[in-house]
């Protein structure tokens, strides 16, 4: 397995490929600073979880690195370059909680009861990999799995044994956390065969 | 606020719309569809919900919202009509 690039995300640092970015904000602000000066032309960003914003962008600035992307007018790669040979695979320890606390909070009060849909929606941790997949049209493996805690060893043998198939030539991995939105950490990799 | 107005600053706010200004939105636009806002299903059920919680209506036939989501002027005309509180 080879690693083409890295992406590392916490509330005050941004560094790809070993080189940080420049950011003037932190936390929630900044996922949204990156996107408009990075990333654009994606309204559902703004709809997103903390988690699929963090994953989100993450997975644009690995994209970015790699290149030839050819994003479509509705913010959606094009047809042509559809690809089933690219896995989608994240790990955290966190699911979803901090969407799950937004869900609780629209259902906490008998008086004021109103679950939201858009929240709701949110409340599952693998949303976050069909997120990546719509935007990229992948149409590989998708997985998103829950440990105790960040184990690299456990990472890499679940990444490796998604290249036992003979679809899977590449993989956007790692370890994808969130709190909430002063609380999170993208470790993603871009990686092959 | 004029109704209209005040509807498009609800729905701004509840679908998190925030690269769209409410007079972005024509009165007699689409909301829906590729004409509109590129608003999906889900949007659909929270405006649901944003018209119990603001105005008390209660719309339980899927049938009904599509109707009265097809314009900001078909909303206003029927949250004037139907509104509780």
Known sequence: MRTLHHVVITPHRVVVDEEQ???????????KEIYQSNIGNYPKFYKMDMLCKLGFVASELLL??????????KGVVDEENQRDDRAVILLNSSSSICDDRAYQATIDNLDDYFPSPMVF?????????G???LRNRYYG??????LPQKDEKVMTQIVEDSFQDEHTTSAICGWLNCDDEDHFEADLYLVEK | MEL????????????NLEDIQPEDIDDDAPLFGDDGFGLDSIDALELIVLLEKNYGIKISD???GKEIFKSI???AEYVAANRKK
């Not at chain 1, 970015?21 to 996922?31: F, H, Y």
């Not at chain 1, 970015?64 to 007018?73: D, L, M």
């Open chain 1, 21 to 31: 970015m420049t950011v003037t904000s932190s936390g929630k602000m900044m996922l």
């Open chain 2, 73 to 75: 002027n078909v909303m």
């Open chain 1, 141 to 146: 493996e998708t997985n998103f799995y829950v």
């Open chain 2, 62 to 64: 899927p049938k009904t």
């Open chain 2, 4 to 15: 209209q107005e005040e509807l498009k600053s609800k729905i701004i706010e509840a679908l």
């Open chain 1, 131 to 133: 997120e990546i997949a």
């Open chain 1, 64 to 73: 970015q690195k790699e290149g030839n992307r050819n994003i479509g007018a």
């Open chain 1, 121 to 129: 929606v949110y409340t599952l941790a693998n949303i976050v990999t």
